[in-house]
T-cell receptor, first 112, second 113 residues
Framework: GDSVTQMEGPVTLSEEAFLTINCTYT??????LFWYVQYPGEGLQLLLK?????DKGSNKGFEATYRKETTSFHLEKGSVQVSDSAVYFC???????????FGTGTKLQVIP | EAQVTQNPRYLITVTGKKLTVTCSQN?????MSWYRQDPGLGLRQIYY???????DKGDVPEGYKVSRKEKRNFPLILESPSPNQTSLYFC????????????FGPGTRLTVT
C-alpha cells in the first residue's frame, strides 16, 4: 500500500536559519503530493502541493519539488521565522484511488 | 465564510456509550473524510465519502460508522466506544478528490474512559 515517511522531529532552529524537512513516499502510479501545516490547537491547512513529476509547489516562502526518481518531496525554506513553528505533514493521494495517506508529522520549533 | 465545522470540540465519555460527532461543510464539496490523529502515528484515514450515499473504508475503520445522507453533512458514529478510540478527530472536505486541497475542521478531542 501507499506510505509516506517523514524525518523524525522535533526540529529546533534559530530564526533566519535554513529549513529542510525530508519526505519520501511509496505509491501506486503517480500520486499528487502535499504539505500541510498544523498550528497549535488548530486543524491542518494546505501549505503547498505538486501534481506531477518536477513540479515545484511554493507558498509563504516554502518550496518543495516533486522528485519522481528519488520518490521525494522535501520541504524547504530559506529563512524561518518564529511564526513558522508548527507541525508539518507530508501527504499523498494516488491517482485512481480515493484514500489519502499522511506522514507522521514533523514538529518545527523556531527560537528567536 | 467557507468552513468545516465539527461538534463537539471536546468530549469525555465512558466505554460502550454510543456517540456521534457531527461534521458539516458549507462549500458544496463532494468529498468528505474523517481522520484520527495520534502521537507518533500522524493522521490516519477512518472513512471517506465521494458523494451522497457513497462511503468507503479508510485505513482504520474498525469501531466506526459513517453516513452521508446530505452533501454537507458527514457524521462519525461510535456505536460502542472503547478506550483505544481516545484520540483527536478531524473532519475534512474537498471539492472532488485527487489534486484538490482538503479543508479541515478544528478537531474533536475524544476521551473514552
Amino acid at each position: 500500500g501507499d506510505s509516506v515517511t517523514q524525518m523524525e522531529g522535533p526540529v529546533t532552529l534559530s530564526e533566519e536559519a535554513f529549513l529542510t524537512i525530508n519526505c519520501t513516499y511509496t505509491a501506486t502510479g503517480y500520486p499528487s503530493l502535499f504539505w500541510y501545516v498544523q498550528y497549535p490547537g488548530e486543524g491542518l491547512q494546505l501549505l503547498l502541493k505538486a501534481t506531477k513529476a518536477d513540479d515545484k509547489g511554493s507558498n509563504k516562502g516554502f518550496e518543495a519539488t516533486y522528485r519522481k526518481e528519488t520518490t521525494s518531496f522535501h520541504l524547504e525554506k530559506g529563512s524561518v521565522q518564529v511564526s513558522d513553528s508548527a507541525v508539518y505533514f507530508c501527504a499523498l493521494i494516488s491517482r485512481g484511488y480515493q484514500k489519502v495517506t499522511f506522514g507522521t508529522g514533523t514538529k518545527l520549533q523556531v527560537i528567536p | 465564510e467557507a468552513q468545516v465545522t465539527q461538534n463537539p470540540r471536546y468530549l469525555i465519555t465512558v466505554t460502550g456509550k454510543k456517540l456521534t460527532v457531527t461534521c458539516s461543510q458549507n462549500m458544496n464539496h463532494e468529498y468528505m473524510s474523517w481522520y484520527r490523529q495520534d502521537p507518533g502515528l500522524g493522521l490516519r484515514q477512518i472513512y471517506y465519502s465521494m458523494n451522497v450515499e457513497v462511503t468507503d473504508k479508510g485505513d482504520v475503520p474498525e469501531g466506526y460508522k459513517v453516513s452521508r445522507k446530505e452533501k454537507r453533512n458527514f457524521p462519525l458514529i461510535l456505536e460502542s466506544p472503547s478506550p483505544n478510540q481516545t484520540s483527536l478527530y478531524f473532519c475534512a472536505s474537498s471539492l472532488t478528490q485527487g489534486v484538490d486541497e482538503q479543508y479541515f475542521g478544528p478537531g474533536t478531542r475524544l476521551t473514552v474512559t
